[in-house]
């Protein structure tokens, strides 16, 4: 058997030698390579094997170098194709894809460069081969009559495998190809978004940074007996809660720079619409995310707060059972993104934030009092209200963070949150449809602790001015400092079905309820706050009771959304 390999075409040809009687050779391989030492003592002298045969580390098959494990394979091979690429071509679009895969961001247009020179000079190269060769056996194999019969044997079947390796040669190339285009596109695709988001992004530049300063500014009366004012940064600001409280602060003249991430939990234009609200009183509100380090750090270095109002959170217990992530990804990992950005900040601000009632999860003891176990939430979204309130205490005690926690009760009023049972029966009642009132085990009305926005207010406030200062610098915790956790409720439970009364009556519309036994949802059958603590450290005093609550609350809903007081039908 002889074998050959075509340079360009990378195929096996075979034929069958019938030797002289008087001649007895072994079969011969040729291949680019020496044959092995001795072999060609056994050969008649116009078989000898020709001196400008390169070696192994010479030998050029389609152009590029052919390992010497591949050379010595005696019997039909398809070459790899990533060795034919010409001068070190292989070597380096492997390493390109290695360190594109490594996330090295390795260059694809390298391995663009590799193939398509590669197919090029293999193409090239492979004519000069293939002529080579066949004037390589016409020296081999003269025609002179009665010395050596060649028999081509398998001549068709050859050329159909010859055909069939070239033809699969270059289809693995063109995949290869046709694979880095993809992961290219893919790569600059990424590259597109994410630098659309950072060109793209709502905050950052000069004009920015003066809006900042601008909103943050104090702007009480020299001489003022309440100071000169503090800087308060106020997350969840086009909240419900978050709101009312800057505009409180800015309108007795504390400087106030608001951010939010505006999300899809409830209507976004009721978000936007409060933003609106707090342009009109000088409150810049940043649109961003708490957890974004990056935008936080970048706040602090252009305005030092004195104070960090934390209102940003993922509310609502029902929605924790069908979206479970998002509570950890706010109430958590962005508390803790928020802390981190307070402790490095120069100087470390003092910390109000926003716990909740909640976290008395299925105590029965009422009311609840501050002291009180808080170790059996019934929601998710208690338990990551509970795990705030330890992560607090651990940054209090490490870092010197002057850290207040407030537990909210059943917050209510004017811009309010439309998944909130009273906005959803307002709406409900007024375009005829039936609500749904739960009752809890043997048929015991629900009850809450309502308590009206402006009692929430006085209670943020107060805790924001009595807040210690933090204690640390660098990071580091110079001495101990203040924290504290308060309710901040009504003290005085409604029930629901006495809620929809109330409601009924200041809407004038009868409503269609539907009352049934409350699901295992994670609410809990009543709420109930001990708010001693509260009074006595912060002098908070609740004024509002529900009925005149729910009047001025059902006076801006008509108002906001155009009903007629009565009618079932919006004006627009």
């Known amino acids: 058997m002889i074998g050959g390999i075509g340079g360009g075409d990378t195929v096996l040809h ?51 170098r052919l390992a010497p494990e591949a050379a ?19 070597t380096h679009l492997v390493g390109c894809v290695a360190e594109q895969e490594s996330g090295g961001g390795g260059s694809w247009i390298g391995v663009f460069c590799a193939l398509w020179f590669g197919l090029r000079r293999a193409a090239r190269q492979g004519k000069t081969a293939s002529l080579k060769m066949r004037v390589l056996e016409d020296e081999l194999f003269p025609s002179t009559p009665g010395k050596v019969k060649i028999e081509r044997a398998g001549g068709a079947m050859n050329r159909q495998l010859h055909r069939c390796f070239a033809s699969t040669s270059t289809m693995f190339l063109w995949a290869l190809f046709l694979v880095a285009m993809t992961a290219s596109y893919l790569s600059f695709q990424s590259f597109v978004d994410t630098s659309h988001k950072y060109f793209a992004a709502s905050w950052g530049g000069l004009h920015w940074e003066r809006q900042i300063r601008a909103s943050a500014a104090p702007r009480r009366p020299s001489g003022s007996a309440s100071g000169a004012g503090m800087s308060v940064l106020v997350t969840g600001a086009a909240g419900f809660v978050g709101t009312h409280c800057s505009l409180a602060l800015r309108k007795r003249g504390d400087g106030v720079v608001g951010i939010d991430n505006f999300n899809a939990y409830y209507d976004p234009s009721l978000k936007k619409a409060r933003k609106s609200l707090l342009a009109s009183h000088g409150v810049f509100v940043v649109e961003g995310d708490i957890n974004d380090g990056r935008l936080l750090a970048k706040l602090f270095d252009v ?19 069908e979206n479970p992530a998002s509570y950890v990804h706010s109430n958590i990992a962005g508390l803790v993104t928020l802390l981190e950005a307070c402790k490095d900040a120069d100087p470390q601000p003092a910390i109000v934030w926003a716990s909740s009632s909640s976290v008395y999860g299925l105590n029965d003891k009422v009311p609840f009092s ?75 009305d629900l009850a809450r602790d309502f308590t009206y926005i402006d009692d929430i207010v006085k209670g943020c406030l107060g805790s924001l ?44 519309v009868k409503a269609k309820k539907n009352v049934i036994e409350m699901p295992g949802n994670g609410d ?35 108002s906001y959304y155009g009903y007629t007081r009565g009618s079932k039908n919006l004006r627009q």
Request: zero cysteines.
């Open 524 to 558: 809990v059958p009543f709420t109930h706050a001990n708010i001693t603590l509260a009074r006595e450290q912060l002098g908070y005093k609740p004024t509002t009771n529900l009925d005149a609550g729910l009047k001025k609350f059902v006076k801006w809903y008509l």
């Open 465 to 508: 001015d009595t807040a210690g200062k933090s204690t640390g610098t660098g990071g580091k915790k110079r001495g101990p400092a203040p924290y504290r956790i308060f309710n901040l409720g009504n003290t005085s439970p409604v029930t629901v079905p006495t809620l929809v009364s109330i409601l009924e009556k200041h809407l004038r």
């Open 370 to 444: 501050e002291r009180d176990r808080t170790d059996q939430p019934a929601s998710l979204y208690a338990a990551t209200k509970k795990a705030g309130e330890e992560i607090t205490h651990t940054y209090n005690h490490i870092y010197g963070l002057s850290i207040t926690g407030l537990r909210f009760f059943t917050v209510y009023g004017p811009w309010g949150r439309p998944d909130m049972a009273y906005f959803s029966f307002t709406r409900n009642i007024l375009q005829g449809k039936p609500i749904t009132v739960y009752r809890g085990k043997d048929h015991v």
């Open 303 to 321: 305005v030092p707060f004195t104070h960090v109002l934390h209102l940003a959170a993922q509310a609502g217990v029902r929605y924790a059972m």
């Open 14 to 64: 075979r034929h069958r030698v019938h030797a002289l009687p008087s001649l007895s050779a072994p079969p011969l391989y040729l291949y680019p390579t020496p044959p092995r030492r001795g072999a060609h003592q056994h050969l008649p002298p116009f078989l000898s094997i020709p001196n400008k045969i390169p070696s192994p580390a010479q030998s050029i098959v389609g152009g590029g």
């Open 72 to 90: 010595a394979t005696t019997h039909g091979f398809l070459l790899d194709p990533l060795r034919l690429l010409p001068g070190g071509a292989a």
